[in-house]
């Protein structure tokens, strides 16, 4: 995806979490994070929005080491602000990210053509995924994610944050696990081994272990969102390898 249609992104989730926030109470607990509640939820979205937009529209060349509350000046604001307060976070970030040059210098963290790209593509993710956060503990339909932003934070989750080395994704013997996104024809092979795993993207070879499904299903799933995409996702070959998978992959704080 371009930088544009992730800004893009991160406003289309923005408006659907703060309105999923403003017909729930704040005190709902958001199943998907168990210990957070909806109000914790919004803090910490729109805290992030601020660090991200700090980092960007500064800009900040090193890591930003700050305790969330501390960036936002020290205190949450009060209930009946919280939602506007939300609102202005990711219509700033937003801003300064539509702003940004493309040859923006500033810090960032995972693999991308630039730190502009990464930032609009973590964020864009960031909020997509903890807007279905806010729908489900508003207990609200989830509202359909866009298949090729789907296949893009697929691709963001297996071929930039599961490869890191600090990466818990390992087995004794290398295993293959391919995730094939059948409506938008984009496939990635996953290796887990002793050392860890490592993804190719578009890699047509056997797999121990392949799930297909819809972009949308396999990225609800993969990012540890709901279980009713499970049914809705074929798995071939040896289930183990999948299962390990799940088993160590629980992405509760993005």
């Not at 993969?222 to 279980?227: A, F, H, N, V």
């Amino acid at each position: 995806m371009d930088v544009a249609r992730q800004v893009e992104a991160i406003e289309q989730a923005g408006d659907l979490l703060r309105r999923a926030a403003s017909r729930a109470p704040l005190g709902a607990r958001v199943p998907t994070c168990p210990d957070w509640d909806l109000r914790e939820l919004v803090r910490h979205q729109g805290g992030v929005h601020r660090w991200a937009t700090g980092i960007v529209a500064t800009p900040r060349t090193e890591y930003w080491d700050a305790d969330l509350v501390d960036v936002v000046g020290g205190t949450w604001p009060d209930d009946d602000e919280l939602i506007p307060w939300f609102e202005a976070g990711y219509r700033g970030l937003v801003a300064a990210l539509r702003d940004a040059p493309d040859d923006l210098d500033c810090w960032a963290f995972l693999d991308a053509p630039s730190p502009r790209a990464m930032w609009a593509r973590r964020q864009a993710h960031e909020t997509t995924i903890h807007r279905v956060d806010a729908e489900l503990a508003a207990a609200s339909p989830v509202s359909p994610v866009d298949a090729e932003l789907a296949a893009d934070g697929i691709d963001e989750l297996l071929a930039c944050f599961i490869p890191r080395p600090r990466s818990r994704l390992k087995a004794d013997r290398a295993q293959t696990l391919a995730v094939v996104a059948s409506d938008v024809d984009d496939r990635w092979l996953l290796t887990i081994g002793p050392d860890g795993p490592a993804t190719e993207r578009q890699a047509d070879t056997a797999a121990d272990c392949t799930i297909t499904g819809r972009a949308e299903d396999l990225y609800l799933l993969l990012w540890s969102r709901t279980d009713a995409n499970r049914a809705a996702v074929r798995v071939e070959g040896d289930d183990t390898v999948f299962a390990l998978f799940g088993d160590v992959v629980h992405i509760r704080w993005s």
